[in-house]
């Protein structure tokens, strides 16, 4: 079908680049089932699916390298590799996947994360063709999540990467893995039920303005008041004329704002849940204790950002003035967390390693949250610099979040392997038999706490200097969030590494990190790539940069 | 700033003078605390001896030995008060907050419940009864089926006697 200007079709020659790169991850779940007809053994299994990984890592390389970040058309940054192709004529769904500068970082990472999650997963003995075989999926669902811009296939997408996270949660779990799990997935299900039944209502409201459409991109440039083809009017208008025709009118009053504040609400509570907003926030530090490793680093690195993608792709697009007149709530919750998540965090300095890890991405996350808030604080208009640096602030701290939390659970998970010990009182004095270990995760907390230097200092710096114009009051206090977060992960390190030696661990040096380890070379990537984009952040930031400005 | 003045051409500002009495005095007070540090360490034969100022000055001493109480004072104050915040938000965390989430996931399976057994009671009980009502009905009926004439006269006078009663007290008035 013929494309607006502000959607790029890949280039003729190439193959539907996209959907192969979202299928490919399934490719390699049938081949795991075919070495399982073959008897192929567990560890050429492991190894094989660790190295499928790389395919779709490279093909995500390859939009990486292909993707313009300049271009911009009609008031937005053009979204990339577009396929749109009817699906079900009779509620005009298409399949419509694209990528633009929002998207392209959290694919990226995504493919980045999951072969990283798989070296985890090396000890994995039991039931370990299902175990690859659901990462992959989980792969798949997350980027099929990242790349759709049509709600059908999206919210397919939200739901179901719920489903290989729960079994990887509840089969490889701790011990509280049932409650954890369950938790996890009911929560999520039940925050998204509202914005199921939100896009009926949009569907039926653009149907009676005479364009009907689950298109993420035609309905997030309506909000905007930007030209669709085929419609005129914003969609503030389109929903309240529609509450008209219903009579809804009649009970809730003549005021457009109120229509689209329910949309804010209904939206933000389905992502605030994934993205782990005070007070949505509880279900994370169990689901983070109780998954195991390859669970953990998925869920902490790249699942949380789906409730912030959200955010960005659909809440802010669409109800701009809604959120605009809600931003200074938002910003006041965002500022709870980050407070919340560090005092969580430092409350549990004597208890287990991976809780206060999933207390520190609470507030890592609420620095998100703020730059969203300030984002929305600003719809538009004189300070469009502070609201471009604020989202692109979002996107390199949600990068440099996915790439330092998914190095701790990935060490956390090392040391359990050493030690089977995770309450931080039983260590003490590793550094002293492994100081290769200490290094390597003194680098991942360091990068954590956004030391400079390091990417998540740029995505935390961005964020306050955003906020700052629009936020200045919540900015100010979420600055205590940065001192105990940095005191909560400080005193983790000195409890593992730091003191006298506990005469338990004097037998560990020969299993220090060693470069013929893969602990070792699953960590090495993510801490290069920390140390990259905190010194030349511009690969990450440039991506984003004009969906940020124009949008 | 201190020596910033070496450093005004580089910040485009007027440096401060050089005051002598100032250097004067910094000069003075260090001088005399190398020479009584000079002085002082004669006094000690090995490192083990007891510090004169311990016995000259008790409390002097105690302020200097624990570095002005900088550090415990930082403990009693800072550092109590983050604990103190630490548990409060984790007490609201888990007590407060994941109850509310859990109370919410009680009510629904209450829900749940309730729904169960109005289910049950109404819509599977009522169904059921009456399916075995119209069992129970269908033997007796089935029964009386005997195929003997004399039961089967016997019926009709049953009914003919009922048909009148129903006529004459029914009808009739």
């Known amino acids: ?551 | 700033m201190p020596g910033g003045h070496w450093l005004a051409h580089l910040w485009a500002q007027q440096g401060g003078q050089f005051n002598i009495i100032m250097a004067g005095i910094a000069l003075l007070v260090a001088a005399a605390g190398i020479a009584a540090g000079w002085h002082y360490s004669g006094v000690f034969a090995t490192a083990r001896d007891p510090e004169p100022l311990e016995k000259a000055q008790p409390v002097l001493f105690q302020v200097l030995y624990n570095k002005g109480f900088i550090d415990e004072l930082y403990a009693a104050t800072i550092g109590q008060l983050s604990n103190a915040l630490a548990v409060a938000w984790n007490w609201i965390d888990q007590k407060v907050l994941d109850r509310l989430v859990d109370a919410t996931g009680v009510v629904t399976f209450l829900l749940g419940r309730l729904n169960f057994i109005i289910d049950d009671t109404l819509f599977n009980d009522g169904p059921d009864g009456l399916a075995n009502g119209t069992l129970t009905g269908g033997k007796g009926v089935r029964e009386v089926q005997t195929g003997k004439i004399h039961d089967y006269i016997t019926y009709i006078v049953i009914g003919v006697v009922v048909l009148a009663l129903f006529y004459l007290y029914g009808i009739q008035q």
């Open chain 1, 1 to 551: 079908m013929p494309l607006p200007p502000y959607l790029m079709a890949s280039p003729e020659w190439m193959p539907p680049w996209l959907t192969l790169l979202m299928l490919s991850p399934l490719i390699g779940i049938a081949l795991i089932g075919l070495a399982g007809v073959a008897r192929v053994p567990d560890r050429l299994i492991k190894t094989f699916a660790s190295t499928w990984t790389l395919v779709p890592l490279m093909m995500a390389i390859v939009v990486w390298v292909s993707f313009d970040a300049n271009a911009t058309s009609s008031g937005q940054g053009a979204v990339q590799f577009v396929e749109k192709i009817p699906w079900i004529q009779a509620v005009r769904v298409d399949y419509f996947v694209g990528v633009d500068g929002l998207s392209l970082a959290m694919v990226l990472l995504t493919t980045i994360m999951t072969p990283i999650a798989m070296l985890a997963s090396m000890d994995v003995t039991h039931r370990v063709k299902l175990h690859f075989s659901l990462l992959l999926l989980l792969e798949t669902a997350m980027l099929g999540y990242f790349l759709s811009l049509d709600f059908f296939f999206f919210f397919i997408f939200w739901e179901f990467s719920l489903v290989p996270a729960f079994f990887i949660i509840m089969i490889w779990g701790g011990e509280h893995r049932g409650r954890a799990a369950f938790k996890f997935f009911v929560y999520t299900v039940s925050g998204s039920i509202g914005m199921l039944l939100l896009f009926q209502f949009l569907y039926l409201a653009t149907r009676s303005a005479g364009f009907p459409t689950f298109d993420l991109i035609a309905l997030g440039r309506l909000g905007q008041g930007l030209p669709v083809e085929g419609i005129s009017g914003d969609l503030a208008t389109i929903i309240f004329n529609y509450a008209q025709e219903l009579g809804i009118t009649a009970y809730l009053g003549n005021n457009p704002l109120t229509y689209t504040s329910i949309a804010f609400w209904v939206i933000f509570i389905a992502f605030a849940i994934k993205l782990a907003v005070w007070p949505f926030h509880t279900w994370l530090p169990d689901t983070y204790t109780e998954a195991p490793t390859s669970g953990s680093i998925l869920l902490s690195a790249v699942m949380s950002k789906m409730g912030a993608y959200g955010m960005l792709r659909i809440l802010l697009p669409f109800v701009p003035d809604a959120a605009q007149q809600f931003a200074q709530v938002m910003g006041a919750l965002a500022l709870i967390g980050i407070v919340s998540g560090a005092f969580g965090a430092l409350a549990h300095t004597r208890g287990s390693v991976k809780r206060l890890i999933g207390y520190t991405s609470i507030n890592h996350m609420g620095y998100v949250m703020l730059a969203i808030a300030a984002v929305a604080a600003l719809p538009g208009g004189a300070s469009l610099d502070s609201r471009a640096i604020a989202v692109n602030g979002a996107l390199m701290q949600m990068v440099a979040h996915g790439l330092s939390t998914g190095a701790l659970f990935l060490l956390a998970g090392a040391l359990y392997r050493r030690t089977h010990c995770s309450e931080l009182t039983d260590f003490g004095g590793l550094r002293v038999v492994m100081p290769a270990f200490a290094g390597v995760m003194g680098m991942a907390m360091f990068a954590n706490l956004g030391l400079p230097g390091l990417a998540g200092f740029v995505g935390e710096f961005f964020i306050f200097r955003g906020a700052w114009a629009t936020l200045p009051f919540f900015t100010t206090l979420a600055t205590i969030g940065l001192i105990f977060t940095a005191l909560a992960l400080l005193l983790m390190f000195q409890r593992i590494f730091l003191g006298p030696l506990n005469p338990r661990w004097r037998d560990l040096k020969k299993q220090d990190l060693s470069i013929y380890g893969l602990d070792f070379w699953a960590a090495v990537p993510l801490l290069a790539l920390l140390l990259v984009f905190g010194i030349y952040p511009a690969p990450i930031m440039g991506l984003s940069n004009a969906a940020a400005t124009e949008w």
